[in-house]
């Protein structure tokens, strides 16, 4: 802290606290209300802007970014600053990134054999209905627990499917995975659902349904979330980006939520970095368009 702040922070009656601190630091009082009243410098007005950018970042984030994805924010705004000075700026506005609590588990093991995992991490698809992928996340309402199964495409990252239910068990990822194939129009022969070695995937039930629509399993290793790393990736987006930044009263009023989220803007309106930068739906559309032209550009050719 500089001299003249110092002094500036001592606030007594009259102004005798200035007075007195002026004359145990050897300065004179003409020199402290004039440094007082001056006009901020440039170095001055640049922090104050920047500290209200960063503040502004990091509420529109819902107190969830830290120095490098605020920086990464400034950056694309036009700010030239370091991520250290960030940092350094945070911590002096007393902005913390609030901790992400460990997830816990939802697997429960199953005695029934698992499938064999064809993904390999490899969570890319080069047309829709080659490769989906699912998982079951809890959601916290002030009713109880609330569960949510879902099945989503890797090619687009469309959600396809998705069920909740107050118990995850296979009547929710069946459910889940039924509204899937309703999503595609019933034919989905050949598809491979990827998921983790639950009991809800394992499940008899659960089986046949894949089955009965031509659907091929493959599951990761017991324990691993990077096998199973892009349905993971989706519960993060969901929970950081509007599950953790609500408060739901029961569990009717958290189902309707999301699934207005999901439908309403994960699919239509969220912009996915796989999709470079494009929705989910407009992806599919986009690249479907494109494959016609091309087909229609080779028939016309071949004719």
């Known amino acids: 802290m500089s001299v003249a702040a110092f002094i500036s922070s001592q606030k007594t009656d009259f102004g005798i606290g200035h007075a007195t601190s002026c004359r145990a630091l050897g300065v004179s009082q003409s020199w402290f209300y004039k ?7 440039p170095r001055q007005r640049r922090r104050a802007d920047l500290d209200a950018e960063i503040t502004m970042v990091f509420t529109a984030s819902g107190g969830t970014y830290g120095s490098p994805r605020i920086t990464d924010d400034l950056r694309e705004k036009g700010w030239r600053v370091s991520e250290n000075t960030v940092a350094a700026r945070m911590a002096e506005l007393g902005l913390a990134a609030r ?10 093991p199953s005695r029934r054999p698992a499938a064999p995992d064809l993904v390999r991490r490899k969570f890319t698809a080069v047309a829709a209905d080659v490769l989906w992928c699912g998982d079951v996340t809890e959601i916290v309402t002030a009713e109880g627990k609330l569960y949510l199964a879902t099945v989503e495409d890797l090619f687009s990252r469309r959600l396809l499917g ?3 239910g107050e118990r995850h068990d296979a009547a929710l990822t069946t459910a889940s995975l039924r509204m899937a194939v309703t999503t595609r129009g019933g034919d989905v022969e050949g598809v491979i659902f990827h998921s983790d070695r639950g009991s809800e995937y394992t499940a008899a039930a659960y089986q046949a349904v894949c089955r009965g629509n031509g659907v091929v399993q493959s599951m990761g290793r017991v324990g691993c979330a990077l096998d199973n790393a892009a349905a993971e990736a989706f519960n993060s987006t969901l929970k950081v980006e509007f599950v953790h930044r609500n408060e739901f009263r029961t569990r009717a009023e958290a189902r309707l939520k999301i699934a207005t989220w999901i439908t309403d803007f994960y699919n239509t309106r969220r912009r996915h970095s796989a999709n470079d930068g494009i929705p989910p739906i407009a992806f599919e559309h986009q690249m479907t368009a494109k494959r016609q032209a091309s087909s ?6 071949v004719a």
């Open 296 to 301: 229609a550009l080779f028939r016309a050719e």
């Open 162 to 164: 998705y069920a909740m």
């Open 99 to 108: 901790a992400r609590p460990k997830p816990r588990s939802l697997t429960r």
């Open 35 to 41: 440094w007082k009243d001056r006009a901020p410098t």
